[in-house]
């Protein structure tokens, strides 16, 4: 914790230093001698302190900063190799850790999964097919719970060169006509459709946004894209939104459907089975209808024709961690439970994700886990127990792919557009940002090459986010020179 017994004799200088420079000039020009005494300060600071000082000496400054002297906030630096903290404010005060959530169920998927884990999307026949390219039986459409099925994002394919990969398939087999039907089977993740995490922040701007997609039965070529929000403040209108795995856009909906945490989510097999068909029959293959079967109790006997293979878990968590892709994270959660368990709900999900942080001596203390992504303001976790996680990393075999999928600081992903001046590139981190929260957990790469673990989680701040942002790069700037 803080100590002043360290500087106590800089403080004293610089405010010594500041009584030197008011002068008669300084009365006749109040504001240049705050600018001049302001740099005397800083410059005071910088030359007479360690960057440990620095760092506390910052803490201590925010106990008075009118964005933060209010908030719930804690802030650890922990020097991984030494396996010891450095400094450190409420490390072990139980936060909302918002999108920094992800850190846990994305490291619990590359362990349970491996790096090169894939999800394969199989087209495959029953019956047989005559000498005239005749299919008497049906194609299949069989699912494993690819979370970027069609959706062009994080190197997977679009639905269009999926179904070009399909369609060049079954024409190499020789299919000029299919006398079944196109079933789908997606037994695996026959529950990815029902409700979203718990407690998600949904009024944002006055407009509720819905992260879950869209079904089959809404055409994409009738989806509203957003246009100009009103800024008018006695316009208490409610308009709803969501994702489209689509467009890859936020768009309108006319109404409501589903519980006030529920809503469509996305059925990307049905779409890619019915852009199969219409793919189909513009190129003269006649073939039946598309039916879903999620149970088979007597399975036919078939063959594949073709396999469609997801990017790996690698290039998955990458995309997920860079963006903050919620939807991604909560996949990643139901695949967490069905690789363990053999279920696919979001309660199996959490169970395992909480049962490899014991085995891994993950310190529980204080860590309430509620979703994949972070979503919920019922999520806690400490930042103690996050630095020692982020430090247990390093030493795992997926230690590079993990800090790969990591925001740079003034580089890339959620990290872009801050630390851009002293930290660039040196602060490799997952961002978190709800309602009145804004986090941060990840490594800090020393100008004196050491690895830290940190974790800043600060709640209920005043004030707006671009102010937050600045008060966390005065925070984190000095640890470079640790």
């Not at 800083?42 to 209010?70: G, H």
Request: with cysteine; glycine share 6%.
């Amino acid at each position: 914790m803080n100590q002043f017994k360290n500087y106590c004799s800089v403080l004293a200088f610089c405010f010594s230093s500041l009584l030197f420079s008011q002068g008669t000039a300084a009365a006749a020009l109040p504001q240049i001698a705050e600018q001049q005494s302001l740099v005397k300060d800083i410059t005071a600071e910088k030359a007479l302190l360690s960057p440990k000082d620095q760092i506390e000496f910052n803490i201590n400054k925010m106990f008075t900063d009118p964005v933060l002297r209010n908030a719930n906030w804690g802030f650890v630096v922990y020097d991984i190799k030494a396996d010891k903290i450095i400094t450190s404010y409420n490390e072990t005060t139980p936060l909302i850790p918002a999108s920094t959530t992800k850190l846990l169920t994305t490291e619990t998927a590359f362990s349970l999964l491996g790096t090169q884990f894939r999800w394969n999307t199989q087209l495959e026949y029953s019956g047989s097919i005559d000498p005239d390219g005749v299919l008497t039986g049906n194609l299949y459409i069989v699912g494993s719970g690819d979370p970027t099925l069609g959706g062009s994002r994080g190197g997977a394919a679009s639905y269009g060169q999926i179904v070009t990969q399909y369609l060049e398939s079954i024409k190499e087999k020789g299919i000029k006509k299919i006398t079944g039907d196109i079933i789908i089977q997606t037994a695996i993740f026959k529950e990815n459709k029902t409700e979203l995490p718990e407690n998600i922040v949904w009024l944002e701007q006055a407009n509720y946004f819905l992260p879950a997609g869209t079904t089959k039965d809404i055409n994409p070529r009738n989806e509203k894209l957003i246009i100009s929000q009103s800024n008018n403040p006695f316009n208490q209108e409610k308009r709803y939104f969501y994702v489209s795995p689509y467009a890859n856009k936020l768009v309108y909906a006319d109404q409501y459907e589903g519980g006030w945490v529920t809503t469509k989510v996305a059925e990307p097999p049905a779409f890619l089975a019915n852009k199969l068909r219409e793919s189909l029959i513009k190129n003269k293959i006649t073939v039946g209808k598309v039916v879903p079967k999620i149970v088979d109790g007597n399975p036919e006997p078939r063959e594949i024709i073709s396999t469609y293979k997801s990017p790996s878990l690698a290039e998955i968590v990458a995309y997920t961690n860079q963006r903050s892709d919620n939807n991604y994270a909560e996949a990643l959660l139901k695949a967490n439970g069905f690789m363990k368990l053999g279920d696919q709900t979001a309660e199996s999900g959490r169970k395992v994700v909480t049962e490899h942080l014991k085995a891994t001596n993950f310190d529980m203390t204080g860590l309430n886990y509620m979703d994949g992504s972070g979503l919920s303001k019922a999520h806690t976790v400490t930042p103690i127990s996050q630095v020692k996680f982020l430090g247990a990393i390093t030493k795992l075999p997926y230690y590079q792919e993990y800090l790969n999928s990591l925001p740079i600081a003034g580089q890339t992903g959620t990290l872009k557009r801050m630390f851009l001046v002293n930290s660039n590139g040196q602060i490799f981190a997952k961002t978190g940002t709800l309602n009145q929260v804004k986090c941060l957990a990840g490594y800090i790469k020393t100008r004196s090459n050491k690895t830290l673990a940190f974790s800043l989680l600060i709640n209920n701040y005043a004030g707006s986010t671009a102010q937050v942002k600045q008060r966390m790069e005065q925070l984190l700037d000095p640890t470079l020179d640790l």
